[in-house]
Nanobody, 127 residues
């Protein structure tokens, strides 16, 4: 079985922090770019951050630069998204996605080419 499972979501006050995890089973992360997306009610899914298989390329959406940090631990088949200084507009369901990289090393925040998606974890930022 090939599966991605997100965890770490919850309710937090503005200015607070959360750490999301994305764990893979049935395959290993080392050959994949991994990205975090989010979707709020009534809005399109948007890319948040992504990291290449080599960990040499990390991309952040402008809305989260300076606040979010993406990292990966290939030995544990896990990717993390540390979210700091959270704002109400960060409220959304957060999804991780894996993108198989055979002959290249990059990542993208554009949905469509990813091979596997998790079910999502809810992040709510409210006072």
């Amino acid at each position: 079985q090939l599966q991605l499972v997100e965890s770490g979501g919850g309710l937090v006050q503005p200015g607070g922090s959360l750490r999301l995890s994305c764990a893979a089973s049935g395959f290993t992360f080392d050959g994949y770019a991994v990205a975090w997306f989010r979707q709020a009610p009534g809005k399109e899914r948007e890319g948040v951050s992504c990291i290449s298989p080599s960990i040499k390329r990390i991309t952040y959406a402008d809305s989260v630069k300076g606040r979010f940090t993406l990292s990966r631990d290939n030995a544990k088949n896990t990717v993390y998204l540390q979210m700091n200084i959270l704002k109400p507009e960060d409220t959304a369901v957060y999804y991780c996605a894996a993108d198989r990289m055979i002959f290249s090393d990059f990542c993208t925040l554009v949905p469509g080419r990813q091979d596997y998606w998790g079910q999502g974890t809810q992040v709510t930022v409210s006072s």
